[in-house]
């Protein structure tokens, strides 16, 4: 068999949603042989475009596209300095692509080449918001209408609405939360909820790294009677010794990961039974490659998958996520977004949910394609974002 190499490597960006978009395509020199993948950063989309277009395609023209565990070991290390975030996305939409192409060649969805299937679809979990207790619990009941039955429930955005906050004059421009009211108000909002739809539906709450640890740990005891499926992202990746304090103090399943892209950061927790849940953004990581690594060896600690899934991961990322969802046996669950109909024009084949399931359209590799034409309408918008200029009372700068 003739070898096939890697004949271009193209970063397409677009915005055909809330977010901008970045994504691999890897043409091969086997004429209509393609793969893409996705590399989306973003908030840092030229950084990794250059990353792509710059360093790594130089690197990889004429490579052998058979080789992806070659090819991906050598990438994370091609460049001396080891990964953070905007390497591993880029090396994410190449790995991704090339597992695409792979699956093409062997004329077989990508779950099949990772082991096969250990389920049909992937249950899914979707985003309840609103501004008071009582217009969450209505926006988890549509939900649990349309079939889902898991809902992650958030009041106000991430650290809430603050109502009352008390600045100190000259006090800059930003987003700005209080913590200690977010957590009096997340209490009696998760409580209204679980009171008003039942113990039938599965709930989880995302604290977004929003506290200082013991306020954490706190948090964590508080909701335990609730009886969440999982507490996200309770501490920053900066304070992952604090988990042990968690673990001392209740049992409200924890997931973690989500910024996650060294192995150090998600080895301890995994080894040391910290955590219930890994959800790392797959791309943030490196791709499927890595993905898959993890996968199998959380199943050994007894620690399942969630990957994150938010309008920020593109379809194409959302396709590998389903893919490793199907195959992995540790599976727990699939963060999922709800794309809107020109998402799916604009990339045939992103997932389809029904009944709080995500199936996969069993075409060969990841099952998605990109209609580049109709992309090119929706160029990035270049801003400076808002969101993460997040402030304390005071207007001291704190983690988004
Ligand atoms: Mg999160």
Known sequence: ?????????????????GSRLVVVKIITSEPGLYGLGCATFTQRIHAVHSAIE??????????????????WQMSMVHSYWRNGPVLSNAVSGVDQALWDIKGKQAGMPLYQLLGGKCRE????YGHAGGSSPEQVA???RRFMDEGYRYIRIQMGGYGGEASKLVKPDGTPEGAYFDPREYVRHALK???HVRSHVGDEVELLHDIHERLVPIEAVQFAKDVEPFKLFFLEDALAPEDLEWFHHIRQQCCTPIAMGELFNNPREWQPLIEGKLIDFIRMHVSQMGGITPARNV?????MYGVRTAWHGPGD???????ANLHLDLWAPNFGIQEWCRFSELIYEVFPGTPEVRNGYMYP??????????NEELAAKYPCQDIVEQWTQTRLPDGSPTRP
């Open 121 to 124: 679809a992937a249950a899914v």
């Open 1 to 17: 068999m003739a070898v096939v190499t890697i004949k271009d490597v193209q970063t397409i960006m677009t915005q055909p949603g």
């Open 313 to 319: 991961t593109s379809p194409v990322g959302h396709a």
């Open 138 to 140: 209505d926006s988890v």
């Open 295 to 299: 996968a199998a060896f959380a199943n």
């Open 54 to 71: 710059k360093h790594l395609k130089p690197f990889l023209i004429g490579k052998d596209v058979s080789r992806i565990e070659e090819i």
């Open 361 to 370: 359209n069993d075409q060969p590799g990841l099952g998605i394609d990109i």
């Open 189 to 191: 909002m998760i409580e």
